[in-house]
């Protein structure tokens, strides 16, 4: 069973892999875990600019399109959820589950 505190460090490794791996060109702001569900199958954790986490700035938000990270409870795999999958009302973690992304595909 993966633990909440796991759950946020593979989501951390993950985005500093994703932020190493982008092009030069490409500015993205540095993303942090902003908070950690826990559901059925895992943990749904949300992810924005760490600049906005630090200091609450509304302007520093990413509003829209960093998305969510689902980590599976058992296997501890990672997968990368976008913001109007984890919005769509009356869908579960389970579904959400089926539909996601493994994040390593989401760059």
Known sequence: ???RDRAVELVEAQLARQREESPAEWSFPELAVAGAQEH?????????SAEYLRTGDLRLRTTGWCG?????RFDG????LSRSRTRTTGRSA????SRAAPASTRW
């Open 1 to 3: 069973m993966i633990t």
């Open 40 to 48: 059925e199958v895992g943990w749904l954790l949300a992810v924005d």
């Open 77 to 80: 795999s990672v997968h990368w």
């Open 94 to 97: 389970t579904s959400a589950r």
């Open 68 to 72: 969510t990270y689902l980590v599976d």
